[in-house]
């Protein structure tokens, strides 16, 4: 296996042999060609966090209710957090069981995806109580069902006016994070408590939480009564202040909290970025107040007369207050700077004072900062050029991943220093991907993203690069092609290719239509818009599959609205959405009766539901002992079983059959296959692969091969 086999054998390695021992037989005690019976329906409930993160909607399409029911259950208890694009499926595999009623046991960010059309208007108050719980971040993607959430939960508490009342603020959550400006100005102020859970907000929230404040009417009073605990209490609140409200805090109440600021930042318990925000007004209301008073000014230029700065000096969390940048650049020597550069940029400097040290390292290192010291300036790299970038001498990939990991550097400052590394010998791995996170390769140069080895690029397992330019997602999925196109099967194909289909053509989403991989909401709104252009209603709906209904929930979404706007009322009828001049998006959902009570009046019938006909993958049932396995199994370690049963055999089905040699050489047309460690007993052309040949589309034949065959190949490889 080599050395570095050893970093697969994990849990999920452990947990499958456990599972090839207790499941292989299919009469084994409690097992049976239908899965669990009643009696041992509790195995869903047995896996840990960590494999229940890696969960996949396709083998889980096939579970009972009581086993499906068991798995929600479970994730909520052990508190799993799951993608949007899994947790969407998973909605929909929990509409069409009817589980949705049972929503007080499952995951707040599962709720976000139900359709809310589905919810009794008895228990709109608890369903918007527990779903006011999660992340409705994780909605990015699904604008509709985000504003639907939000209009839902009003005409449940049955507000008639935007003004919210204490109760109404308990029970809406981190929901009042998408209310507008004059919902939070007019609310009670209890409002600041669902303010705190939000993880930013716009200019006009902004404006508005400081309307709130300086009217008096929380319970910090008025400005000039604000004490040290209330404003602790404020939490990240406390980092949108405005610089006139800060002029009217009692000075001692005011430095109190700055130092208590910095100190939180220092170590960690605050990010740089909201602390900077926090200094940067903080600080500009200081120089407001020393402008009208008679203290002399410290203007640009003049010479130091806070005294040299010294090793002590930067421990002092007041620092800032003290030096401001002009006193920075006169008080701090290149000796000083050279041995205390990390704790002086632990302090969170306004940008301003960020370029008086840059311009001061220039100073020090006129041929390029040091490695060492690179590791330690990582909130400075967005003010260095590409020119200044080539200066450097970057030798370690743990300099790579301390520089590119943070959320300071600039996208575009990637392939420089990606370039540096590579320059001199370096390569990228998989533990580097990761690192850096996908977001990277989205600014990595085409001829880097083919440098990566296809082996570094299948260990390095899904990675996001939905936010990358349409050309870079173009030329990844080239690379994901050349990873993972001996996959062996269409099933197995498909779950490795997903977050790269963005780049593909519209020949390999025809094909996987035909395949019916159900492909989630998630992954469809980040496919190349120009593709899309291509594909029929019928490729759509048979792409989409049992997901099909989500279109509804995301027809705003600048991908499927451009889509939509192309097609005709009729086609736009077999969706379930007809055209609506007086919308924003010229459609409107269909909906299939009327709406009597207050919480439905404002919903969207969705389809994929009870009782609706949406579309589904038309898999057969798997063992169930199978499909845990494959839901539960991370992607390295299914990727490595694949390879070690060879490229010939589909495992998508619970038991590995042979696929024909047609097959195997159809999804070998991305990458090399190596030929099958054993012959085949019998091969059978499958009729359906004719359709299949301009992309990897293989069909399995008869003849098996066991699950514990293939781990020991995988093993021995």
């Known amino acids: 296996m080599g050395p570095r086999a050893g970093t697969l054998v994990c849990p999920g390695l452990i947990f499958f042999m456990w599972l090839t021992a207790h499941c292989s037989h299919p009469q084994a005690k409690g097992l049976s060609q239908e899965g669990l019976d009643a009696s041992r329906a509790d195995l869903w409930a047995s896996a840990n966090t960590s494999l229940l993160q890696d969960f996949w909607c396709q083998p889980a399409s096939q579970l009972s209710r009581d086993q499906l029911s068991a798995l929600i259950r479970r994730m909520a208890s052990q508190q799993v957090l799951l993608k949007a694009w899994q947790l969407s499926c998973l909605a929909n595999l929990a509409t069409q069981h009817g589980l949705q ?82 919902t939070i100005v007019t609310s009670d102020p209890h409002v600041l408590q669902n303010l705190q859970r939000c993880p930013r907000l716009t200019p006009a929230q902004k404006a508005a939480l400081n309307t709130l404040l300086a009217s008096g009417r929380t319970v910090l009073g008025p400005p000039v009564s604000w004490t040290l605990e209330g404003l602790q ?37 605050l990010s740089q970025r909201d602390a900077r925000r926090f200094v940067t007004s903080f600080l500009e209301a200081e120089a407001k107040a020393k402008s009208m008073s008679s203290r002399p000014k410290r203007g640009t230029g ?21 030096y401001d940048c002009s006193q920075l650049e006169s008080c701090l020597g290149s000796r000083v700077l050279r041995a205390n550069l990390d704790p002086l940029l632990q302090h969170p400097l306004p940008s301003e004072c960020q370029r008086v040290i840059k311009a001061k390292l220039a100073r020090i290192y006129p ?13 400075l790299i967005y003010l260095y050029s590409h020119l200044e970038i080539s200066q450097w001498n970057i030798t370690s990939r743990d300099t790579v991943v301390v ?113 019916n991989v159900s492909m989630d909401i ?10 899309l252009q291509s594909l029929s209603v019928h490729n759509v709906t048979t792409l989409l599959g049992q997901n099909v209904g989500d279109l509804q929930k995301a027809r705003s979404h600048p991908t499927i609205s451009s889509w939509l706007r192309s097609l005709n009322r009729s086609a736009l009828g077999e969706l379930g959405l007809d055209m609506d001049p007086a919308s924003p998006t010229g459609l409107v959902p269909l ?29 057969p049932p798997a063992h169930l002992g199978y499909l845990l396995l494959a839901v539960a199994l991370p992607s390295s370690l ?64 008869p003849g098996t091969w066991s699950w514990t065959e293939g781990l020991g190949r995988a093993l021995a490889s």
């Open 367 to 379: 041929s390029g900062v040091p490695e060492e010291q690179l590791r330690l300036i990582t909130s």
């Open 638 to 701: 299914l990727w490595l079983l694949c390879q070690g049963m060879g490229p010939g055999w589909d495992c998508s089905q619970g038991t590995c059959t042979m696929a024909s040699e047609d097959s195997a050489t159809l999804v070998g047309r991305a990458g090399r296959q190596p030929k099958p460690r054993r012959k085949p007993q019998a091969q059978k052309t499958s009729p359906r692969l004719g359709a299949c040949r301009a992309g990897p589309c293989p069909h399995p034949a």
């Open 233 to 269: 209490a404020l939490g990240p609140l406390a980092t949108y202040i405005s610089s006139s409200l800060w002029m009217q805090v009692q000075e001692a109440v005011g430095l109190d909290f700055f130092g208590s600021m910095v100190a939180a930042c220092r170590a960690g318990r």
């Open 101 to 182: 009623g049972d929503f007080l046991l499952h995951p707040p960010n599962l709720l976000l995806f139900y359709s809310l059309g589905q919810i009794r208007e008895a228990d709109c108050r608890a369903f918007i109580h527990r779903a006011a719980q999660g992340d409705t971040e994780l909605l990015a993607n699904l604008p509709d069902q985000r504003a639907t959430l939000q209009h839902s939960a009003l005409a449940c508490l049955g507000v008639p006016h935007p003004r919210l009342s204490t109760s109404d603020l308990l029970l809406l959550g981190v929901l009042v994070c998408d209310m507008d400006a004059s």
């Open 302 to 322: 003049r010479p130091c007369v806070q005294g040299n700065i010294t090793a002590a000096t930067l421990q002092d969390d007041l620092f800032l207050v003290h």
């Open 522 to 531: 998630h992954t469809f709104t980040n496919l190349n818009p120009r593709v």
């Open 591 to 619: 909906t299939t009766g009327t709406h009597n009570n207050p919480w439905a009046s404002h919903l969207a019938a969705t389809s994929g539901g009870p009782g609706n006909d949406a579309p589904t993958s038309g898999s």
């Open 403 to 515: 520089l590119l990991a943070s959320d300071v550097a600039l996208e575009n400052q990637t392939e420089a220093i990606l370039q540096k590394f590579l320059d001199h010998k370096g390569n990228i791995t998989s533990a580097l991907l990761v690192a850096i996170g996908g977001s990277r390769l989205c600014w990595m140069s085409p001829q880097q993203i083919q440098a990566i080895q296809p082996s570094e690029f299948r260990l390095a397992g899904a990675l996001d690069i939905s936010s990358c330019p349409q050309s870079r997602k173009d030329v990844l999925y080239s690379k994901a092609r050349e990873a993972f196109g001996n996959a062996g099967t269409t099933a197995a194909y498909y779950h490795f290719i997903r977050p790269y289909l963005g780049g593909a053509p519209v020949e390999e989403l025809q094909h996987l239509a035909q395949a």
